[in-house]
């Protein structure tokens, strides 16, 4: 199953800079040809960009991350 990224449509406030360097470092690693997660990971373990904790990334970090900045805020 390959990978696809989706670009994004509307955002509630810019990135942050921590958004931005993950999603630098994940478009520099796809463009390499990596597309399975344990790539991913080990690749991203390469970088100096790291989850909130500090720690390394493992497939469940990266899955929740990703999951966590995907939530759409909630509009009134």
């Known amino acids: ?17 921590y958004e931005e360097a993950l999603a630098d470092e994940l478009e ?19 970088t100096g960009v790291r989850p909130a904790d500090g720690a390394d990334w493992t497939e469940e970090s990266f899955r929740a ?3 966590r900045l995907g939530v759409k805020e909630q509009t009134r």
Request: overall charge negative.
């Open 1 to 17: 199953m390959a990978l696809r990224l989706e670009p994004v449509q509307a955002r509630a406030h810019e990135p942050t800079s």
């Open 28 to 46: 520099a690693i796809f463009g390499r040809g990596v597309h399975d997660l344990p790539g991913l990971v080990a690749a991203l373990n390469e």
């Open 65 to 67: 991350e990703i999951a």
